[in-house]
């Protein structure tokens, strides 16, 4: 069973009829409606979105013989003759072939003659921007003055490349690519001219295969057709055109996702044996990664897409981050782009699909500079202790290798002394046993409450000390002695390094001129990272020299 598909297919012989062009349409309705007819029009936009029948549809309203006319008869001499495109009055040129300036000239000494039978003689130049620029200078006066019977139409994908003298003299209209959802409309009217039955799916697939233009999309609805017996769908242009279903695909990822290394391969190397190419593999896998990364974006409509969301299982959506899908989709489109000089691109994908299965753990060099810094910071404010557990789900870190363990709570109390103006310390006196210092019953002119001024005047002179002093849980006095409470020995370690500091802090704010020690709460775990540090541990050395810990 043979069908004429292109024979079928009808013209747009109004100017509503102008899909996906409506500012086109409605510019130049209301234009001939009331007489401002320019002497040229620059038509410009991307292949195959109706830059050549609309100007073959301006040419026949302006020449019908019930016109000028926003809605041409389409059955008269003159329309009739256009159609066909053997209207002497309607000259089609292509300025692909006809680029020197004796063309253009030729063109010159035919419009000193008046149209044979039409109102107007039209000129239609498509690829205008091929003529040579002797060819656009010999044009440009004719433009300027042309006589009342001459109108040119030129058609353009490249409108930067056509003069600025000529841009100017012309009325500009600028076509736009047509959405999925306008092309399978067409499509699906197409099919009930020729009574063919279609899939919505593989109406969907031609309309995004076709990319926004529509004669692209006849001409592949014209291929599915030739081989689809009547009824199209997707399981066949699959299967004659060697394509990957999204399953195939799905399959490939949720091998990747196990672990399953081995199986993602053999899927890979299944579809090349049923003879798709190592070329669409790499194309639709390119594909597929950006869909995911367009979902995981927050996108979720199907004609910017092209897939359906539901098509993806719900654990491949959300198993990679944005960083990881860019990475994927940078990796194959490189990919497409190297094996025209790879030794066999088949080995190429079989190690692209390999890569795949560290995805998961990519991580840029920002990324883990932010991690760092942010454990850092942590850490330096008591905030995150980690445990043998949570380190036992990084991938890379067994439990022995911890570096944090998890003890019985045991008080740890560190008394410093103050370092006099000599820079020498003083150790602080040892009275025997026997005869021990007098508890001072006497109240002691400080107290707890003080704890406020002395962050107060550390924020407004002293920002280190400030983020000292504000990790203290409490502050005690006693014989003469500050006593300040962290909850980590983290936090009391940072203290001690700024004794001589926080002494001269507490002298000025709070006219405090004793002796300042530090103390962690009861309930504080004993090995902690400072603690683990002073043990030894290689591992524990390496993170202090990361974050700068103290050295002894």
């Known amino acids: 069973m043979a069908y004429e598909v292109t024979a079928t297919r009808k013209r747009p012989q109004q100017f509503e009829a102008l899909a996906g062009q409506e500012f086109v349409a409605s510019t130049l309705t209301n234009a001939i409606t009331t007489g401002h007819i320019a002497h040229a029009y620059l038509f410009s936009g991307p292949r195959g979105v109706g830059k050549t029948t609309t100007a073959r549809l301006l040419a026949k309203a302006l020449n019908c013989e019930k016109g000028p006319t926003d809605h041409p008869c389409g059955e008269c001499s003159n329309c009739q003759e256009i159609t066909r495109g053997c209207s002497t009055d309607v000259i089609e040129i292509d300025g692909a072939s006809n680029t020197s300036v004796n063309d253009v000239r030729n063109i010159k000494d035919e419009i000193s003659f008046p149209p044979q039978h039409s109102r107007y003689k039209i000129y239609i130049i498509d690829e205008v921007h091929m003529l040579s620029n002797s060819a656009f200078n010999a044009l440009l006066k004719t433009i300027e003055e042309p006589p009342e019977y001459v109108i040119f139409i030129f058609a353009t994908t490249e409108t930067q490349k056509v003069p600025a003298t000529i841009r100017s003299r012309c009325q500009q209209f600028n076509f736009q690519l047509l959405n999925i959802e306008t092309i399978k409309k067409l499509l699906s009217d197409t099919c009930a001219e020729i009574n063919v039955k279609a899939e919505d799916q593989a109406l969907f697939w031609i309309a995004k295969e076709a990319t926004g233009s529509m004669r692209d999309a006849y001409t592949l609805f014209d291929q599915v057709v030739s081989f689809s017996n009547g009824e199209i769908t997707l399981d066949k242009i699959r299967s004659k055109l060697g394509l990957i279903g999204i399953d195939s695909l799905n399959e490939i990822m949720m091998h990747i996702l196990s672990g399953q290394k081995d199986q993602a391969i053999t899927s890979t190397l299944s579809l090349i044996s049923h003879g798709v190419s190592v070329e669409q593999c790499i194309k639709d896998l390119a594909d597929y990664f950006r869909v995911l990364l367009l979902i995981r974006k927050g996108i979720t409509s199907e004609s910017i897409l092209g897939e359906q969301v539901s098509a993806f299982p719900p654990e491949i959506r959300n198993a990679y981050s944005e960083e990881q899908l860019e990475t994927a989709l940078s990796m194959f489109l490189q990919l497409f782009r190297d094996i025209r000089y790879s030794l066999n691109p088949r080995f190429e994908l079989e190690l692209a699909i390999s890569r795949l299965n560290t995805l998961r753990y990519l991580a840029s060099n920002t990324l883990i500079i932010e991690q760092l ?130 002494h001269e802090l507490f002298k000025k704010a709070i006219g405090f001129d004793g002796a300042v020690v530090f103390e962690t709460e009861k309930d504080q775990v004993k090995e902690t990272p400072a603690a683990k540090a002073d043990s030894g541990d290689p591992a524990a050395e390496l993170i202090k020299k990361m974050f700068g810990g103290i050295q002894e």
Request: overall charge negative; aromatic content about 6%; hydrophobic content about 35%.
């Open 373 to 502: 810094a942010r454990l850092k910071n942590d850490l330096i404010q008591g905030k995150f202790t980690p445990t043998n557990a949570q380190l036992r789900n990084l991938p890379d870190i067994k439990p022995e290798q911890a570096l944090f363990t998890e003890t019985k709570p045991e008080p740890v109390s560190v008394q410093i002394p103050v370092k006099t103006e000599s820079h020498e310390e003083e150790p602080l006196p040892v009275q025997p046993e026997a005869e021990p210092d007098p508890v001072d019953d006497k109240p002691s002119a400080f107290g707890s409450q003080d704890i406020g001024k002395i962050i107060a005047f550390a924020g407004e002179h002293d920002p280190v000390l400030f983020t000292t002093v504000k990790q203290a849980k409490k502050l005690s006095f006693q014989n003469n002695v500050a006593t300040l409470t962290f909850g980590s020995v983290f936090a009391m370690k940072n203290a001690e390094n700024n004794t001589k500091a926080l």
